[in-house]
Every structure is written in structure tokens, then in C-alpha cells.
């Protein structure tokens, strides 16, 4: 047996089948003690996998830095594990959900999805006397991902436009992730290629039922200052697919003012980014987008300057049409335009998968 400390509980994993785990604890209460009905892939070991450390991006997102070796149907290879515990409102939907439905719209976006193994470890979750939502915890089970900023020059750009033309099928097919940000791309390794996935999709929802959109959920930095800006008119203005690729944008600019040599470095103009006040990233950003000029990027994207500033012009150009109204077709040409941008830096090594193939309205 080997011990996981989640919290303060004292828990242990223990093997009982190809298709279950059971989690035991120090709790008296037999409800504790629940099974975890997990996906017939995972298969634990007693040894548990350090060959690699724990990356910010973990540690960030509460996702425990052990690793359990399993193997995928991906490639049928040992590879290492990583367990995601959280509390969501019980009435949201499983992470994997929007995985498995997504592999079924599109048979190559297979690499650039997760798959892994949810369970709500406590259904009751809270009381239901509570004046707040009930929350249940949960834990969710899937394989050790690397971040994007693990990758440099054009297999960065290579990853992004993947993780976009992903993000799009499933968008396509209404889901909204909400919380698209530089820490939630990530990349998987595989046959010698890099593959770029999208994770962590605990606050997406769907884009016909949804979710009240009195908070603003995503991290600030990224969050598209054309939503900002009509939030400031309209609280409960609607997230629209437009709102998500700007937010892309933004990962991309950062990461060119922001990082070199895959390390953050921070110059103090850079620096006033970082703020969760949405009024003042409004404003830091706007002024960007009509001033590009006066920033540089980090050393090692400068040859990706020039793009970016015609993508920054793309973006200006349309932060101020506030329009809820929106189209597969209208998304399908604004993706195309901004990929098309992008396309002039790719050159021949512009990624054509996952394919995108929608009946335009």
C-alpha cells in the first residue's frame, strides 16, 4: 500500500480490480469508504512515479504532485498519472464529459483531449440547508500533462493553434470552457511529436442552457477586453465564441512579453498585467492594443513580433462591436481570419488537424 495525504485524512489507494480503486481512510463512518469506479485503463501500482517534479501549473491547480504509473488506450504505454481534487457545485457535470463528447464529434482531435476518470467522493456533498449552492468534492484522474510554455518558437505557436482549432469543434457542439489561460494549456508528448490540449474544465457549461453569468469566471489577464467592456454596459452580458479566441490572443501576447527561455521575466510594464481588478486590465490592455509599438518582447519572440502586432490590430478592430448575435458561420470566418494571421508566421507548418468541419449558418 502506499500512503497519499489529501488534506488532513491519511488515504490509501488500494488495487481490486482492472476497473475499480477503493479509497480508504482513518473516518469511522462506513459512507466513507466509498468506491471509486474509475476508467478500466488506469491500473495502479504500489510504486509510485517520480521521474518527474511537480510543475507550477500543479501546484497552482491543486493537482497532487505523485504520480501513479497506468497505462492509456492512447497508446497502450505506461504513463504517468496525476490526481485532481476540487470541490464544484454538485449539479455541474463531470470534466470528462466534455472530453468524451468532443472524441465523438472529431476522430482526429483524440490526441489534443483528455481522458480520464472523475468520481464525487462524497455525493451528499454539503447540507442542503446550506444558503449556498451544494458542493460536492470530487476527484478526477487523469494522465501527467506538460504546459505550454514548455515549448519554444514555432512549437509553441504550432501547440496554440491545435489547442484553437480543438477548442472550436467543441465549441461548435456547445460547450463553453470559461477559464481559458496560459496555466490551462497544456501539451502532451507522443511518437516524437508535441500535441496541444486545453485542460482543466471544471467551470464550462453549456452554451445553450449554461450557467448564471452574474460572476465572471476566467482569470482576468485573459479574459477578452471586448467581454469586459460589455460587462461594464450589461452585468449579465452572454460569453460568445468571439470572447474565447480573444482570450488566445492574449496567451500569445503574454507569453511573447513574458517569457523567455521557458521562464517568466517581468519588466514593470508587463508586470501591471497581473491584476484581478477587471477595470484596470480593461484599461492596461486597451491601451496595448492601440499602442503595440511600445512594448518589446522578450528576446527570443522577436521574430514573432510582427505578427503579433497585425493580430493585435485584428483585435482592435473589434473590440468595440458589443453585438450578442452570433453564427457558426461568423465564428468559423473570425477563426479563419485570426488563424490566418497566424498562418503568415507558420508558414507550411501551419497545423490542418483537427479537422473542422461545420454546417455553416
Known amino acids: 500500500l502506499t500512503s497519499t495525504k489529501f488534506g488532513k485524512q491519511n488515504r490509501k489507494w488500494v488495487k481490486l480490480s482492472h476497473n475499480h480503486l477503493v479509497m480508504q481512510s482513518n473516518y469511522s463512518a462506513p459512507s ?3 468506491q471509486l469506479p474509475l476508467l478500466p485503463f488506469i491500473q495502479y501500482s504500489s510504486v509510485m512515479d517520480k521521474r518527474r517534479p511537480s510543475s507550477s501549473f500543479q501546484r497552482d491547480s491543486g493537482i497532487s504532485p505523485k504520480f501513479a504509473s497506468g497505462s492509456s488506450p492512447l497508446d497502450e504505454l505506461p504513463r504517468p498519472l496525476v490526481a485532481k481534487l476540487y470541490w464544484p457545485r454538485r449539479e455541474r457535470p463531470w470534466e470528462d464529459i466534455y472530453f468524451t463528447r468532443a472524441r465523438s464529434f472529431s476522430k482526429d482531435s483524440r490526441n489534443h483531449l483528455l481522458v480520464a476518470g472523475p468520481h464525487d467522493i462524497d ?11 451544494p458542493r460536492a468534492p470530487r476527484i478526477i484522474i487523469f494522465e501527467h500533462l506538460l504546459p505550454i510554455t514548455d515549448l519554444q518558437g514555432d512549437m509553441f505557436l504550432i501547440a496554440l493553434v ?8 467543441i465549441w461548435n457542439h456547445g460547450f463553453c470552457h470559461q477559464n481559458i ?6 501539451t502532451r508528448f507522443k511518437n516524437g511529436r508535441y500535441y496541444g490540449l486545453l485542460n482543466d ?10 450557467y448564471p453569468h452574474k460572476d465572471l469566471a476566467g482569470m482576468i489577464p485573459y479574459v477578452a477586453v471586448r467581454l469586459l467592456t460589455a460587462r461594464s454596459i450589461y452585468p449579465e452580458v452572454k460569453r460568445l465564441y468571439y470572447h474565447e479566441l480573444e482570450s488566445f490572443f492574449w496567451i500569445m501576447i503574454w ?3 513574458a517569457y523567455q527561455d521557458k521562464k517568466l521575466h517581468l519588466n514593470p510594464d ?7 481588478d477587471p477595470k484596470r486590465s480593461q484599461q492596461i490592455r486597451i491601451t496595448f492594443l492601440a499602442m503595440p509599438e511600445d512594448y518589446q518582447p522578450q528576446e527570443e519572440w522577436r521574430s514573432y513580433w510582427q505578427m503579433s502586432i497585425a493580430a493585435t490590430q485584428w483585435v482592435y478592430s473589434r473590440f468595440r462591436n458589443l453585438n450578442q448575435e452570433e453564427t457558426t458561420g461568423g465564428n468559423l470566418k473570425s477563426l479563419q481570419s485570426f488563424l490566418e494571421l497566424v498562418g503568415q508566421q507558420l508558414k507550411d507548418q501551419m497545423p490542418t488537424t ?3 468541419d461545420v454546417d455553416v449558418v
Open 255 to 257: 507569453m511573447f512579453l
Open 354 to 356: 483537427p479537422a473542422i
Open 270 to 276: 508587463v508586470a501591471r498585467w497581473q491584476t484581478g
Open 162 to 169: 491545435q489547442i484553437i482549432r480543438c477548442h472550436f469543434i
Open 32 to 34: 466513507k469508504l466509498p
Open 181 to 186: 489561460s496560459l496555466a490551462n494549456l497544456m
Open 201 to 210: 474544465w471544471d467551470l464550462a457549461s453549456r452554451t445553450d442552457i449554461g
Open 123 to 133: 455525493p451528499p456533498g454539503i447540507d442542503w440547508d446550506s444558503p449556498s449552492p
